[in-house]
T-cell receptor
Framework: DAGVTQSPTHLIKTRGQQVTLRCSPK?????VSWYQQALGQGPQFIFQ???????QRGNFPDRFSGHQFPNYSSELNVNALLLGDSALYLC?????????????FGSGTQLSVL | GQSLEQPSEVTAVEGAIVQINCTYQ??????LSWYQQHDGGAPTFLSY????GLEETGRFSSFLSRSDSYGYLLLQELQMKDSASYFC??????????FGQGTTLQVKP
């Protein structure tokens, strides 16, 4: 049973560019949440997708957008990259009735913006 | 808004017991979760409390007091492999999970 998979594992971009990160949830899960984790900090909630719609959003600008596909996989897009966007981006999946009790995290995508 | 407070660092020796406290302020509180994250790794779920009291899972226990907006994670019989960051996270009634800044636990021989 595959867990949460994310790609790519590492990515280097320059300021102003755009990036797309991908996530496949754990088998049987239908809800995907995205988090940004800066070095030495806790994960910060970006948004959550369920039934192909953004259900909740954290305090992130519109440069951060996402999508969920019919197979429950998800993408995170960041436009006009800033140096401050450098972080580990984590995808977490759950089943909708878990109400966030127990999330399964992927290993993340380490994004470096130069 | 929502906020969580936990100590930034804790140090203990192998075989000891350590308690990591977490206080929170939030609206729509649903439960308190704990996650472990080793350097370079993904956060992994440890425990969840929705009701007041103690939940025990092997060497780890977690406690919640809703009236005090307080919880703690108790780690017993510490092992070197327990050296990691530990995060408390508040689950809201909308299903959003908000993490604290984390506590770095260093276990010494």
């Amino acid at each position: 049973d595959a867990g949460v998979t994310q790609s790519p594992t590492h990515l280097i971009k320059t300021r102003g560019q755009q990036v797309t990160l991908r996530c496949s949830p754990k088998s049987g899960h239908d809800t995907v949440s995205w988090y940004q984790q800066a070095l030495g900090q806790g994960p910060q909630f970006i948004f959550q997708y369920y039934e192909e719609e953004e259900r909740q959003r954290g305090n992130f600008p519109d440069r951060f957008s996402g999508h969920q596909f019919p197979n429950y996989s998800s993408e995170l897009n960041v436009n006009a990259l800033l140096l401050g966007d450098s972080a580990l981006y984590l995808c977490a999946s759950s089943y909708r009735t878990d109400w966030g009790e127990k999330l399964f995290f992927g290993s993340g995508t380490q994004l470096s913006v130069l | 808004g929502q906020s969580l407070e936990q100590p930034s660092e804790v140090t203990a020796v192998e075989g000891a017991i350590v308690q990591i406290n977490c206080t929170y302020q939030t609206s729509g509180f649903y439960g308190l979760s704990w996650y472990q994250q080793h350097d370079g790794g993904a956060p992994t779920f440890l425990s969840y409390n929705a009701l007041d009291g103690l939940e025990e899972t092997g060497r780890f226990s977690s406690f919640l007091s809703r009236s005090d907006s307080y919880g703690y994670l108790l780690l017993q019989e510490l092992q070197m492999k327990d050296s990691a960051s530990y995060f408390c996270a508040v689950c809201s009634n909308t299903g959003k999970l908000i993490f604290g800044q984390g506590t770095t636990l260093q276990v010494k021989p």
